[in-house]
């Protein structure tokens, strides 16, 4: 079973995933910066349910809240835009 790597308010950068199946990871958000709002607990990473395997990988859920202005550019600014996301679309950020 998986287990939180991160904790609430650290910041992490969205990972590029490449795939032709299923991805919860909105592309909009690949190679972003964010912070950790919130900890769900252990949960199936979607994708896999997807193709039918439940539990094959449990992972943490977190949200992630992003400044609108590192999605989209600076014109964007002053508004935030937050996403559940699985351990396995995260990585640490500076």
């Known amino acids: 079973m998986s287990v939180q790597r991160f904790a609430v308010g650290q910041p992490v950068r969205t990972r590029a995933v490449r795939t032709n ?9 690949a190679e972003r910066r964010g912070i ?3 900890v769900h607990g252990i949960y199936p990473l979607a994708d896999e349910r997807a193709e039918g395997r439940a539990w094959a990988s449990p992972q943490a859920l977190y949200t ?17 835009v937050s996403a559940e996301l699985w351990d396995a679309y995260l990585e640490v950020s500076s």
């Open 21 to 29: 199946g299923h991805t919860r990871l909105p592309r909009y958000l």
């Open 36 to 38: 950790v709002e919130r």
């Open 64 to 80: 992630v809240v992003f400044e609108a202005g590192e999605i989209w550019g600076e014109e964007a600014s002053g508004f935030c």
